[in-house]
């Protein structure tokens, strides 16, 4: 096992490198520099003596070289557009909101779609199987920005509620929540239902039942524990939404939380925030994907058997 | 006339407007084995889930060693349960894959409360051992066995229980010709040695040739023959009987066969006719619908009686 984790660690840095090179080429690929898009445009030796400063008039794989060099220092610069703080920082104070956002939305959302989606295997072509895969559909499809409008709609114009936006207090908090846990629900409905229905089906089930085993049995003591492997498994991938799934959240709610980096980043070419936010989710995805790993090593005795003995 | 250990009287399932199972009457007598044949879609499965109350038939009745448990509830069935077992095709899917192999063969005797959980795990260990694995295998995952050795914890789990009523779906199906003859051996000692009787469900004709005494012929959810194993090889009377026969791949290459492929108009068109003086018993005459009927020898065969003469 401990073999395992390491080969896997070992190939995550490896990824890690590739997809920071991708990340580099790839953003300054894009046209034009930080200092370009101003209304009132600078001089142009201005412009070279900050390009100078910021080390941008260097090559390519020389500022990468640096970039990285600061990386294995825990130093990610200095975003160009909050000069008062470092990356570090800004990430820190923007990414409360995001994964508290996140996070609760995930918690409320996964639980309530397992039990749905197990309500639904267990009671196949009844309401709650309709229900569970309406939801499903619904929330998989719909996209998130329509079902926060219809939140505030609902909650905040017509009932009054909640307030339509912002965050500060918890009450604040619940719709932009609400409209988080939409994707992890109608994920979950889905997969549980299918899950569960896919060992309720094996013929193990069946003898048990010939054993004479009762319904609540079987179901609690086999059928369960066959379906939670693939559930426990796919888990740890939904906390990569996080980082970008919450872009949209929370931009219709004004949640002041990593999402609108994204987004200005990118727009006004702030090299070291971009790349930044970029290797952040390269990390999510490779952590959870590592977690993900070992929790279905741990869980699944086929697996379990490699490399550790019994 | 001594109480056969499972028999099927008229039993019938539908699913909506289709029969899958109609008016199958099927008896296993003790200690012999009954072979239902017929393609896939014929109800011979259905047939054994019936038989096990793990289907609910639509009518009919179904008679352990006796006792008529088609209509008990599942908790009134859990002691009868204990006679009757089953073995499936597929033998990975059959195990629970999160559970040793110790623990599935223990596990009935768990369900029934049987003994403390020392004393369930030494019985699991000396039946693993009967069916031919090393009581090491205990520790083990169903994963880490090939199809045959699972097939053989599937067997050791079924009889654990002391079952006098083995119903065996396709258990040889799965398997290389070199497996599929230990399986059969295994199934055949075991059924000599504790006295079992079994139905054993499978469309290969090899396999039901060596292991029963007697083959019941299925169709669309009908049973279109039924004779003692010899001489349902030495003389079929029904068309698909005859066409499942010549289906047996043959492995001498000279031994040159004809093939008959039959569509379901050609078999109803071929259903054996018979005078009823040709009969010993006397069944319903000139009835549209074809009939089971008796011939010499408990051989059973759908036929059309008419007085008539055979067109």
Redesign the interface.
């Not at chain 1, 909640?162 to 992890?184: D, N, Q």
């Given at each position: 096992m401990t073999g395992f984790i390491l080969r896997r660690v070992l190939s995550m840095a490896v990824t890690f490198i590739v997809v920071s090179i991708v990340i580099f080429l790839m953003m300054h690929a894009i046209p034009g520099g930080p200092f370009d898009g101003y209304d009132m445009p600078l001089p142009d030796n201005i412009k070279a003596r900050l390009m100078a400063q910021l080390g941008l008039d260097k090559p390519l794989w020389e500022q990468y070289l640096r970039y990285m060099w600061g990386v294995a220092h825990f130093d990610f610069g200095v975003p160009y557009q909050s000069p008062g703080e470092t990356v570090m920082g800004l990430i820190a104070h923007a990414w409360l909101p995001s994964f508290t956002l996140g996070g609760l939305g995930i918690l409320i959302g996964a639980p309530i779609g397992i039990l749905l989606g197990m309500a639904a295997a267990l009671r196949r072509n009844s309401f709650i199987d309709y229900l569970a895969s309406g939801v499903a559909t619904l929330g998989l499809t719909i996209p998130v920005f329509i079902i926060s409008t219809g939140l505030i709609l609902v909650f905040a114009v017509w009932l009054h509620w909640t307030p339509a936006s912002g965050w500060g207090e918890p009450k604040r908090w619940i719709l932009p929540i609400l409209a988080y846990a939409a994707v992890p629900l109608a994920t979950y409905a889905r997969y549980a239902r299918s899950t569960m229905l896919d060992v309720l089906n094996k013929p193990f089930v069946t003898v048990l039942r010939a054993k004479g085993l009762s319904e609540r049995r079987i179901i609690f003591q086999h059928v369960l524990r066959n379906a939670a492997i693939p559930m426990v498994t796919i888990f740890p991938a939904m906390f990569v939404g996080i980082a970008t799934g919450s872009i949209f959240v929370e931009a219709m709610f004004r949640v002041p939380g990593l999402g609108a980096y994204f987004v200005s980043s990118i727009n006004k070419r702030d090299y070291p925030l971009e790349m930044a936010l970029m290797l952040l989710i390269s990390a999510l995805y490779s952590i959870s994907y590592l977690v993900a790993e070992i929790l279905y090593a741990v869980l699944n005795p086929r697996i379990r058997i490699e490399g550790s003995g019994r | 006339m001594t109480t056969p250990a499972l028999e099927l009287r008229q039993i019938t399932k539908r699913f909506g407007n289709h029969a899958a199972v109609d008016r199958v009457d099927l008896v296993v007598p003790h200690n012999s084995v009954v072979a239902l044949v017929g393609e896939s879609g014929s109800g011979k499965t259905t047939t054994g889930?019936l038989a096990?109350r793990?289907v609910h038939a639509t009518s009919g009745q179904i008679l352990l060693d006796g006792k008529d448990i088609s209509n008990l509830s599942?908790k009134e069935?859990?002691?009868h349960?204990?006679q009757?077992?089953?073995v499936?095709?597929?033998s990975y899917?059959?195990?629970?894959?999160?559970m040793t192999l110790g623990e599935i063969v223990a596990?009935?005797l768990g369900?029934?409360g049987i003994g403390s959980a020392a004393e369930r795990r030494d019985q699991a260990r000396s039946w693993l051992e009967r069916v031919g694995l090393d009581g090491g295998y205990a520790?083990r995952?169903p994963?880490?066995l090939s199809g045959g050795q699972r097939q053989r914890v599937?067997v050791a789990?079924?009889l654990i229980?002391g079952a006098s009523m083995l119903v065996a779906d396709e258990p040889t199906s799965a398997l290389d010709v070199s497996v599929k003859a230990q399986i059969v051996n295994l199934l055949q000692d075991l059924q000599t040695s504790m006295g079992l009787s079994m139905l054993f469900i499978s469309h290969d004709l090899s396999v039901v040739r060596s292991l029963a005494d007697e083959v019941v012929v299925m169709l669309r959810g009908r049973i279109v023959e039924r004779a003692p194993t010899d001489q349902i090889f030495a003389d079929a009377r029904h068309p698909y009987t005859q066409s499942l026969l010549d289906a047996v791949p043959v492995i001498d290459p000279k031994a040159r066969r004809r093939r008959t492929f039959l569509s379901a108009d050609e078999i109803t068109a071929r259903t054996p006719r018979f005078h009823p003086r040709e009969l010993d018993t006397q069944p319903l005459l000139d009835t549209a619908e074809p009939q089971l009927v008796a011939l010499a020898g408990s051989h059973f065969v759908e036929a059309i009686v008419t007085e008539r003469a055979t067109p």
């Amino acid at each position: 096992m401990t073999g395992f984790i390491l080969r896997r660690v070992l190939s995550m840095a490896v990824t890690f490198i590739v997809v920071s090179i991708v990340i580099f080429l790839m953003m300054h690929a894009i046209p034009g520099g930080p200092f370009d898009g101003y209304d009132m445009p600078l001089p142009d030796n201005i412009k070279a003596r900050l390009m100078a400063q910021l080390g941008l008039d260097k090559p390519l794989w020389e500022q990468y070289l640096r970039y990285m060099w600061g990386v294995a220092h825990f130093d990610f610069g200095v975003p160009y557009q909050s000069p008062g703080e470092t990356v570090m920082g800004l990430i820190a104070h923007a990414w409360l909101p995001s994964f508290t956002l996140g996070g609760l939305g995930i918690l409320i959302g996964a639980p309530i779609g397992i039990l749905l989606g197990m309500a639904a295997a267990l009671r196949r072509n009844s309401f709650i199987d309709y229900l569970a895969s309406g939801v499903a559909t619904l929330g998989l499809t719909i996209p998130v920005f329509i079902i926060s409008t219809g939140l505030i709609l609902v909650f905040a114009v017509w009932l009054h509620w909640t307030p339509a936006s912002g965050w500060g207090e918890p009450k604040r908090w619940i719709l932009p929540i609400l409209a988080y846990a939409a994707v992890p629900l109608a994920t979950y409905a889905r997969y549980a239902r299918s899950t569960m229905l896919d060992v309720l089906n094996k013929p193990f089930v069946t003898v048990l039942r010939a054993k004479g085993l009762s319904e609540r049995r079987i179901i609690f003591q086999h059928v369960l524990r066959n379906a939670a492997i693939p559930m426990v498994t796919i888990f740890p991938a939904m906390f990569v939404g996080i980082a970008t799934g919450s872009i949209f959240v929370e931009a219709m709610f004004r949640v002041p939380g990593l999402g609108a980096y994204f987004v200005s980043s990118i727009n006004k070419r702030d090299y070291p925030l971009e790349m930044a936010l970029m290797l952040l989710i390269s990390a999510l995805y490779s952590i959870s994907y590592l977690v993900a790993e070992i929790l279905y090593a741990v869980l699944n005795p086929r697996i379990r058997i490699e490399g550790s003995g019994r | 006339m001594t109480t056969p250990a499972l028999e099927l009287r008229q039993i019938t399932k539908r699913f909506g407007n289709h029969a899958a199972v109609d008016r199958v009457d099927l008896v296993v007598p003790h200690n012999s084995v009954v072979a239902l044949v017929g393609e896939s879609g014929s109800g011979k499965t259905t047939t054994g889930l019936l038989a096990l109350r793990l289907v609910h038939a639509t009518s009919g009745q179904i008679l352990l060693d006796g006792k008529d448990i088609s209509n008990l509830s599942q908790k009134e069935l859990k002691p009868h349960r204990r006679q009757m077992q089953v073995v499936f095709q597929d033998s990975y899917a059959s195990l629970d894959p999160m559970m040793t192999l110790g623990e599935i063969v223990a596990e009935p005797l768990g369900i029934h409360g049987i003994g403390s959980a020392a004393e369930r795990r030494d019985q699991a260990r000396s039946w693993l051992e009967r069916v031919g694995l090393d009581g090491g295998y205990a520790n083990r995952y169903p994963h880490e066995l090939s199809g045959g050795q699972r097939q053989r914890v599937s067997v050791a789990r079924a009889l654990i229980l002391g079952a006098s009523m083995l119903v065996a779906d396709e258990p040889t199906s799965a398997l290389d010709v070199s497996v599929k003859a230990q399986i059969v051996n295994l199934l055949q000692d075991l059924q000599t040695s504790m006295g079992l009787s079994m139905l054993f469900i499978s469309h290969d004709l090899s396999v039901v040739r060596s292991l029963a005494d007697e083959v019941v012929v299925m169709l669309r959810g009908r049973i279109v023959e039924r004779a003692p194993t010899d001489q349902i090889f030495a003389d079929a009377r029904h068309p698909y009987t005859q066409s499942l026969l010549d289906a047996v791949p043959v492995i001498d290459p000279k031994a040159r066969r004809r093939r008959t492929f039959l569509s379901a108009d050609e078999i109803t068109a071929r259903t054996p006719r018979f005078h009823p003086r040709e009969l010993d018993t006397q069944p319903l005459l000139d009835t549209a619908e074809p009939q089971l009927v008796a011939l010499a020898g408990s051989h059973f065969v759908e036929a059309i009686v008419t007085e008539r003469a055979t067109p």
